[in-house]
Each structure stands twice: as C-alpha cells, then as structure tokens.
C-alpha cells in the first residue's frame, strides 16, 4: 500500500503547485513531465511556453493583426504555434483518451512495488475525479463514452490504490453505477485480466490463455505470428502472467475492494461462470461461437495441462517479453504492453533487476499532465506524426519561407533527421519484427516500429524541407532516402492496399478467434485508405526528386494503391476512416492520392461522389462535424457542434479534388477563421482521433497542423479562383 495522501476537495483546481511542473527538454522528443521540488530549480528551470499552454495556464499573448485573408489566419496560428515548439525541434502534446490505460499503469505499479512521487499520485487521483461523467459518476472505454464496467471498475480500482477512500463521494457515486452495470465481474476480458494481476478477481473468471500457443508449428494459419502486432504483443504477456497465475499479495485494501466492486459476497462468486459474463454497456464485438467452443476445450485443458510443455510455453512467451523490451528501450509498442512486461519480469526477476530500473525509467513516458490532471497516454507521444503535418503544412503554404519561421524549420528538420530508424530491430528474425531500417515510427525513434503512414509522413517532410528550401541542411542522406523507399515497398499487400505495421500476415476468419470484447477488428492487420495514401503520396513525391531510383516498382506500387483506393470507396461516396474520425479524415486523404494521378472532380467520378458526398454532409455553418459514433456503426453520424478538425479536413478534401465552386470552401474557411482566437490559436474540440473501431483518442495538436494547412491551401485556391487577391 502506498502513503496515505490529502485529498484536496474540488478537482476542479490543481492539487499540486503547477509552477512547479516542467517538461523535460531532450533531444529524442521524449515526454517527461519532472516536478520540481525546490525553489531554486524551478529558478534554474524557467516554465517555457510550451508548459504552461500544456497545463492550462493562460499564456496572455497580445492579440494578433486581425486576418482578412486565410494566409493571415493561418499566419497567425502559426505565430501562435511556433510558440509551443520544444528546444529539440518537435511540438509536445497530450495524447490521451482511452479510460483504460492510467488503470493499467496504476495497478502494474502497485503490484511491482513501483512507486509514484505523491505529486504525481495527486494529479492523477484529480484526472480520474475529473473525468468521471457528472450524471452517474462513471468512466467509459475512453472520454467521451458512457460508463462501462472496463472503465468504472478499472478507474474506481485506481482510485482506490491511488489513495481515495472508499466512503468519498465520487466514490460512493461510482460504485453504485458499478454495481448498476452488473459490478465488476461483468467486466470485459481485458478488466478480468488485470483485476486477477491485482488479486480481486480469481483467474478461474477468466478464459483460458494457454501459453502453448507460442509453440505451434509457425505455418499453422492462426499462429500468433499472425495477428495484428498490438494484439500479438498484448497476449504475449497476458499469457505468460495467466500461465504463471501471478497474484498480488493480499493486503488489506485488496481485501477491502473485493468487497467493494462486486453485487454479491466475493467468496460466493460462481468464477467460472464469469468468463463470459460480460455487460451490455461494454460489449462492443461479442464472441463468436467457434470462440466460445474453443474456450470449453481450453478450459478442459487447464485441468490438465502438461507441465514440462506448459513452461516451454511460459518460458518461450518469457523470451518474446524481452527481446520486446530490448527491441523498443523498454518502449514496448504501447502503453498496455508496456505495463504487462513490467509485471512479467518483475515476477521473473525481481524487483532489484536492471529490467526493473529500466522500466521504471521509461514509465513516465507515457505520463502526462494536462490542466485537469496527469492521464497515461495512448503511447510515448506522437511526435512524428504532429511535426510531419505542421512541417508539410508551412511548406505548401509557403509560410516556411516567412524570415522569422527559418530557424523553427531547420530545429524541425533536425529532429525528423534524428527520429529515422537507421537498422533493423535488435532482435529481428526472433521476435516476427518486420523490418523498420530507413522507417520513421509514430512517436520516437527509441520506441523503434515502423508505420507506413508514419514512414510516408516522415519521408515527405524530409523531402519538403531538404528539396524545396534553400535555405536547410541536406541533414537526411539520400541513401536513408532510399532506405525509407525500401521499406514502404516492403509492406504492399496483394491487392494494393497498405496496413499500419506490417503487410497482412492472417486471414479475416481470425476475427471470430477475438476475446477483447471491446474493440473491433483487431485481430490482423488491414489495409486503411490512410496509410495507402500516405505512401502513394510520400512516393510520388520521392520520384520527382528522384526519379532514378527503383522507377518501376515504385510505378507499379502506386498503380495498385490507386486501384485499392478505388475497390474500397464506399456506395455513399466517402472512405471509412480508422485513425481519425472518420469519413471526414479518410475522404481527405483519398481524394488527395487521387489527385495525385490526374482524379480530379472534373475527371473521375470518384472523386466527383466523394465530393457530393462531403458536400451533403456541409452544415449550415459552413463546417463539418462528425461524432466517434460513426467509427462504431459505420455509418455517419453528426457531431452535435461542427468542429475546425473536421472542417479543415473536409475543405482540404474539396481542394485536393479542386472542386470548381469556392462557395463551400469560402464558408469553411469562414467559419474556421471566426473560431480563431486573437492570439492565433483555436480552442480544443471534441476528440479527434480513433482506433479499433471504438476507442476516441486526442490530437490536441491537429486544430494548428490542420486549420494552418487548409488556410493556407485555400489562398493558392482562391487566388486561382479569382475569389480575391493576396495582400
Ligand atoms: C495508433 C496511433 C497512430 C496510428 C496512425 C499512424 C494514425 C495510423 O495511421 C496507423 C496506426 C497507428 C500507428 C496506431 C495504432 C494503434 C495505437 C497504437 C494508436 C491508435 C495509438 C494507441 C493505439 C494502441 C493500440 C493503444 C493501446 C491499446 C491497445 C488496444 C493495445
């Protein structure tokens, strides 16, 4: 148990000192929020912009000359913006959403004995209070999901451990939607999972998780090698710590919340029943049958399991622990492995070993504090990602040539030259990496995976800064050039699409084989129109600068990708998106492929639907806006406010077609340029990004990449059009 705390009333206000509170400047892009204990380092240690804008804290610009033009505006955002940059080069941002993630992080500190600093335990006690739903006092799968039981039996669990007692009153609200949704043994199997690791939840509750799965012949179609590599690397440790049935040491608050989370007596639960027990509010993608009778079998099994075989299993999934860890600097891919390893080797190893310390070190990467408090994020920062569209945006806007934005372009490049993988991964061939040589990542290079879209983003900005400015060291080579090529031309799938880590390793049957209840489609990889368009563009820009290298594969590469974009247009006209919500996202990048290759409203009628349908979607305001809700069903679904993510998006997807009317795009950038503060920036929105088909994640950092891109595309536009002059 950790130290008792004082908890302060209202977590509306901060409950710790935020001028104490910095982020730490290094030269990787790692997010590390430090807090500072003595007077005389926080003297030392001035807050910079970028700090106080992250923690709320009002920042008191002057207002900024009023724009009449969309290339004053975006001007202007970027006066703001360039504010924020950090010493390296990148911009910092939270990247929260998911609701159980800080659970994950709190209870696989707990039960290693990994402890917070108070200030730390604090503000992320204030986070949870602060984004409980004021109706019911519940949590969801992520922040603006109703309450489920994933999300109110995890955060009310962290809570606890965290240092709240059981009798506050957000906590007797909690449990008593807890208790509504079925209590906790009607968590989905991800819930189940870590309460066991915790000792409030007996594994009997859980379907089986047999390690031996590791040791099937590599051939065999549904071999783990196969599966999408976040659900792959998840049940890596999810087997070892179900095979070695690890259990926190009872303690007395672990008594107490056995009691707590459940409508019946603990010891009177039926656990084998639970398995399947999963409440309605959480159920996203029930079981198929075939999975349900695999887990009979399974759970036969278990009774009579094969020792020498079962620790061959253990033993085989312990070594795919490590090398993960090896491979990413104690990274892991993302923050719920990241927490899984750690218990694993400390139930391995012990608590006084080097993978100890080094998970530790690497723990408050994912740590971030924001104005309501400090979130675990969704991985190490998204780094890459946010500077590859602001870098994109100032080229094409020509605001990189502006004198006083230089020097924030040459740190930019500076650090995208850093953040290349420049070999493959430690363990490669053992561990069913792909290779990531010349590869960019989504967040740091430490962290080390390659992405397509990440890898085609990387490869543009590169290009954007070395090739089209004069005045920026040549810092990337062209044979880190062709390397990045190498590898993107490695993960085409048969039918021309691109997936996100890897080419598509399994069948779509494995679907039926998924347990997470929660999320859907993540049993294999599959190709998105995002990632597709980002290497058709980053290549297509690559052969104008280097039209001698591999010409014909990359010809062919983007002749099939185009062919793929087409295959999956949707019957409405848009593109599903799965990274960004949601039609609005993938639509912009499609139609920017297919203008790429001469599709332009005018000349395909692809991308004359994909306009209608946009269009049809314009509201009266002159934006656009659509909720996550579309990323669960499917089928588009308003937002209730239109938002400036979307709306950029969107008018950005009419100029790439070059739809011939500015009319629409005019009242877009009107509306755009009217939620604009003085300052230059726009306030947060809703959330703007997804994954699994379920889960809402934030891109604080989209409202300044997108708006400035789309203002500044619709001078050039409107210049075209006649609609006015530059200044
Ligand atoms: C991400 C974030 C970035 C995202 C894009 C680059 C935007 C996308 O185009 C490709 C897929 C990728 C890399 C992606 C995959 C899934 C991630 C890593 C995330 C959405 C961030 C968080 C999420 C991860 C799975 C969250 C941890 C939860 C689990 C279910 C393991």
Not at 20 to 43: K, N, P
Not at 243 to 270: H, K, M, N, W
Not at 510 to 529: C, K, Q, R, S, T
Not at 534 to 553: D, E, G, M, N, Q
Request: aromatic share 12%; with cysteine; net charge negative.
């Amino acid at each position: 148990m950790w130290t008792p705390l004082d908890i302060p009333e209202s977590p509306r206000e901060p409950f710790t000192d935020y001028t104490r509170w910095r982020l730490r400047d290094t030269d990787d892009g790692s997010h590390i929020w430090d807090w500072l204990q003595t007077d005389e380092e926080c003297a030392t240690r001035p807050m910079t912009e970028a700090d106080k804008y992250w923690l709320g804290i009002p920042l008191n610009y002057p207002p900024l000359p009023t724009p009449h033009t969309p290339i004053e505006a975006a001007r202007n955002g970027y006066t703001f913006y360039k504010n924020l940059q950090a010493n390296d080069g990148h911009w910092a941002g939270e990247y929260g959403g998911p609701m159980f993630l800080l659970p994950g992080l709190v209870i696989g500190s707990y039960v290693t004995g990994m402890s917070f600093l108070d200030a730390e335990r604090l503000e992320m006690i204030r986070y949870v209070l602060n984004r409980a739903h004021p109706e019911d006092g519940g949590w969801g799968l992520h922040i603006e999901a109703p309450s489920s039981v994933f999300g109110t039996a995890l955060n009310y669990t962290a809570l606890r451990l965290l240092g709240v007692s059981a009798e506050h009153p957000a906590m007797v609200k909690a449990r008593a939607t807890l208790h509504k949704l079925g209590g906790a043994a009607a968590a989905p199997s991800w819930g189940k999972f870590w309460l066991s690791i915790l000792n409030v939840y007996d594994w009997d509750g859980n379907n089986p998780i047999p390690t031996e799965l590791w040791l099937l012949p590599e051939w065999m179609p549904f071999h783990p090698s196969k599966w999408w590599i976040h659900t792959r690397t998840v049940y890596v440790p999810m087997s070892y710590l179900y095979g070695v049935r690890f259990q926190a040491e009872e303690d007395e608050l672990i008594l107490s919340l056995r009691e707590e989370l459940y409508t019946q007596p603990y010891d009177t639960i039926d656990w084998p029943a639970q398995r399947n027990n999963v409440s309605a509010a959480d159920l996203y993608a029930p079981h198929s049958g075939l999975f349900d009778f695999i887990n009979v079998i399974l759970g036969m099994y278990e009774q009579c399991t094969i020792p020498p075989i079962r620790k061959a299993g253990t033993d085989f999934a312990y070594n795919l622990i490590v090398l993960e860890d090896e491979n990413t600097g104690h990274q892991t891919l993302a923050p719920v492995s990241k927490m899984m390893n750690l218990v694993a080797r400390v139930h391995a190893e012990g608590r006084e070993s080097e993978a100890y310390k080094l998970h530790e070190e690497t723990r408050r990467d994912f740590m971030w504090l924001s104005g309501e408090g400090m979130m675990m994020c969704g991985t190490n920062g998204s780094q890459l990602w946010d500077i590859g569209f602001i870098t994109q945006a100032l080229v094409e806007t020509g605001l990189a040539k502006d004198e006083e934005n230089k020097e924030s372009l040459i740190k930019a490049l500076k650090w995208l030259d850093q953040c290349q993988i420049q070999d493959d991964p430690k363990h490669f061939g053992t561990s069913y990496r792909h290779r990531t040589k010349g590869a960019w990542p989504f967040s740091t290079k430490a962290q080390g995976y390659t992405v397509s879209d990440c890898t085609g983003e990387g490869l543009k900005s590169v290009l954007y800064l070395q090739n089209q400015l004069d005045f920026t060291p040549k810092l990337v080579s062209e044979e880190r050039l062709y390397d990045a090529v190498d590898t993107l031309l490695t993960m085409q799938n048969p039918d021309g699409g691109f997936a996100s880590y890897e080419p598509v390793r399994g069948s779509a049957w494995l679907e039926w084989l998924n347990p997470a209840e929660v999320f859907g489609d993540i049993m294999i990889e599959y190709e998105y129109p995002e990632c597709t368009t980002s290497v058709i563009t980053s290549l297509s820009i690559f052969r104008k600068h280097y039209p001698h290298y591999r010409p014909k594969a990359i010809d062919t590469t983007i002749k099939e990708a185009i062919k793929f974009l087409h295959n999956i247009q949707k019957p409405e006209g848009g593109w599903f998106g799965s990274w960004g919500i949601c039609f609005t996202y993938a639509t912009m990048f499609a139609l920017e492929s297919l203008a790429l290759v001469g599709e332009t409203y005018e000349t395909s009628t692809s991308a004359r639907r994909a306009c209608d349908f946009l269009l049809s979607k314009q509201r009266a305001d002159g934006g656009w806006g659509e909720s996550y809700k579309t990323c669960e069903t499917g089928v588009w679904v308003d937002h209730e406010n239109t938002q400036v993510v979307q709306t950029a998006w969107a008018a950005m997807a009419l100029m790439y077609a070059k739809y011939p009317h500015p009319g629409p795009i005019a009242r877009a950038v009107k509306l755009v340029m009217w939620r604009q503060q003085e300052d230059g920036s726009w306030p947060q929105e809703a959330i703007e990004g997804v994954f699994n088909k379920s889960c809402a994640i934030s891109y604080p950092n989209f409202k300044f990449s997108f708006t400035i891109w789309m203002l500044g595309k619709a001078q050039a536009y409107f210049e075209e059009h006649g609609v006015y002059k530059a200044q």
